[in-house]
Nanobody, 119 residues
Framework: QVQLVESGGGLVQAGGSLRLSCAAS????????MGWYRQAPGKQRELVAT???????NYADSVKGRFTISRDNAKNTVWLQMNSLKPEETTVYYC?????????????WGQGTQVTVSS
């Protein structure tokens, strides 16, 4: 089994910054893509940013230039640096990992971390 543990959410004023962290733990696994998603109440979960094991990144248009995703493969950890946050980005952020374990591929999700941006 693989577990994803997130941290770093909280309350920040509009225009402020937060840094989210997500660490994967378990045994005998490798991770291809890691990413961050967010889901507002009553809405579908949406992609924020992803990063491959090789360092290729992908961002939602709405966060380009403000958010930066990074990763440490050795530590199985991914970060999301969020700058110039907007009140409408208040929601729960989820970490995701595309895990290969014992020749089986599976998606794992973290428990979610709340980000609140006050106006």
């Amino acid at each position: 089994q693989v577990q994803l543990v997130e941290s770093g959410g909280g309350l920040v004023q509009a225009g402020g910054s937060l840094r989210l962290s997500c660490a994967a733990s378990g045994s005998s696994f490798s991770i291809n893509v890691m990413g961050w998603y967010r889901q507002a109440p009553g809405k579908q979960r949406e992609l924020v940013a992803t990063i491959t094991s090789g360092g290729s990144t992908n961002y939602a248009d709405s966060v380009k230039g403000r958010f930066t995703i990074s990763r440490d493969n050795a530590k199985n950890t991914v970060w999301l640096q969020m700058n110039s946050l907007k009140p409408e980005e208040t929601t729960v952020y989820y970490c995701n990992a595309d895990v290969l374990r014992f020749f089986s591929r599976k998606q794992y999700w973290g428990q979610g971390t709340q980000v609140t941006v006050s106006s």
